[in-house]
């Protein structure tokens, strides 16, 4: 058994297509080892921001020897026949077998195919295995007519640590690779597996997506056991930035207190989606000023770096303060009014129309279930879909709800409906707030109905209106909740 080796070396990949890009490309190559009778153990895959690790430490070095059955014309046939089958074939008589086929007694061959080298058929067939990788967004460059996620810049390929020799993207495939462009680009001679592995790091490239994550864990936790913050840090958040790097160095900063004018939802997410930042909350829940962030090299100028990032954030911070000062000028009953300019769905009416129907689903669903609404609350019902008109929301759509839950608690509404605007788009709901999933409710409802109202038709191909989501989240809400 033999070990096979191949490393795709480009510029930057993104995070949601590191993973695909190596899954993919690990499934298609087992596919073609299995389709040409290959002995092979795991097949492994690696990814990081810049490379696509594909290796196996035990593969056959040659296909499996194969004996088809060739028939030929029956026993009965003429002797010109029976010599022109023998001839095309380059056989003797002797080598003829006799088998029956129902009641019919036919001739037959057993041809023997001998084995194929696999490095012979590696070399053949890798530039169509690499172009059959169905990227969600791919690119061309140069005047090439090959396609990747982002343009290559190396292939290192060898089986039996002997270089594999094919071209793709108009890279010859060598056996070398790089390390951290940030530090050097001395090539890496291939020598083994594990050779190439060790290389890697001295060069500053940890090529295990999980063992990177357990450095930035390391780091984040060793933080907050020194300032006394709690450790709960989102693992997605963490392989997402995880898949930036190749070399994680983690840093802390901090910015000034006078920024907790912005409400905390607003400011974690500023840190975590504008910024891939990490943030810290104190012993009693509330957020700190400070916060984390991860880099792909290690430098010496470190305060400078900190009060490089400080300086962004308090751009970042300043913009969210002019939005919300923005959207404060304009009363809920002016946004109610602007949702009259945005269609919802062709032939259904407007935003504003729907803002009204949710208003009368609410109240319907709240009369179904023996539930009373407040009069004070129902005054407020036609404004649960108003933030789409602040700039807050437009500047970062996935706060759609907070916003509007945040800007009405500053109207003196009662907590309860705050609450319900701020989770109408959720899925969970642990606390006892009926408003709260009988507003998700009226949302999704309300939704799934204008799409079918609308003429529209729901193909097979992913769920890009969020219908399924929402069909789903009603029947999750409504066994949790007990409601027929």
Not at 32 to 50: A, C, E, G, P, W
Not at 140 to 156: A, E, M, V
Request: proline content about 2%; aromatic content about 14%; some cysteine.
């Amino acid at each position: 058994m033999s070990t096979f080796f191949l490393e795709i070396y480009g510029e930057e990949i993104p995070s949601d297509a590191q993973v695909f890009g190596e899954l993919e490309l690990k499934k298609i190559i087992e596919s073609f080892l299995v389709k040409n009778k290959i002995q092979f153990s795991k097949i492994n895959s690696l990814s990081t921001s810049r490379r696509i690790i594909i290796f196996s430490r035990n593969v056959s070095k040659q296909t499996e020897s194969e004996i088809s059955e060739i028939r030929g014309p029956r026993t009965e046939s003429n002797k010109n026949a029976i010599q022109g089958f023998v001839k095309s074939n380059k056989i003797n008589f002797s080598d003829l077998i006799k088998r029956k086929i129902k009641d019919t007694e036919y001739f037959f061959y057993l041809k023997k195919s001998p084995p194929v080298k696999l490095n012979i058929l590696l070399e053949k067939n890798l530039n169509e295995i690499l172009s059959t990788i169905k990227w969600k967004k791919s690119m061309r460059w140069g005047s090439l007519q090959d396609k990747w996620i982002r343009p290559i810049r190396n292939i290192l390929c060898v089986f039996d640590n002997k270089r594999i020799k094919f071209n793709f993207a108009g890279l010859d495939s060598v056996d070398y690779s790089f390390g951290n462009y940030h530090y050097k680009t001395k090539k890496i001679q291939f020598r083994s597996i594990d050779d190439y592995f060790k290389n890697l790091k001295t060069n500053f490239v940890i090529a295990d997506r999980n063992e990177r994550k357990k450095i930035i864990y390391k780091k984040l936790y060793s933080f907050c056991n020194k300032e006394n913050f709690e450790r709960n840090f989102d693992d997605k958040q963490i392989e997402k930035i995880a898949n930036t790097v190749e070399y994680p160095n983690i840093y802390f900063g901090k910015f000034d207190k006078s920024f907790f004018v912005i409400p905390s939802f607003l400011i974690q997410s500023i840190l975590t989606e504008k910024q891939d930042y990490f943030y810290f909350r104190k012993e009693n829940g509330e957020i700190s000023n400070f916060f984390g962030f991860v880099t792909n090299k290690k430098n010496a100028k470190m305060k400078l770096l900190i009060s490089g990032n400080e300086r962004v954030l308090k751009a970042r911070f300043s913009d969210a303060i002019f939005f919300l000062n923005e959207d404060k000028k304009k009363s809920f009953q002016e946004r109610l009014e602007l949702l009259n300019g945005i269609i919802f769905y062709e032939n259904i009416g407007t935003l504003y129309d729907r803002s009204l129907r949710i208003k009368t689903l609410i109240k319907i669903i709240c009369k179904k279930i023996n539930f009373k609404i407040l009069k004070n609350q129902e005054n407020f019902l036609q404004f649960s879909n108003v933030d789409l008109t602040t700039e807050v929301v437009k500047e970062f759509p996935s706060l759609q709800g907070k916003v509007g839950g945040y800007y009405l608690s500053l109207q003196g509404v009662d907590k309860e409906l705050c609450m319900a605007f701020s989770e109408q788009y959720s899925q969970n709901f642990n606390n006892n707030n009926v408003l709260s999933f009988v507003v998700s409710i009226a949302q999704k409802i309300d939704a799934v109905i204008g799409f079918f109202l609308s003429g529209k038709k729901l193909t097979g191909a992913g769920d890009p209106f969020g219908l399924r989501r929402s069909v789903l989240s009603i029947i999750k809400i409504s066994i949790e909740k007990k409601i027929n």
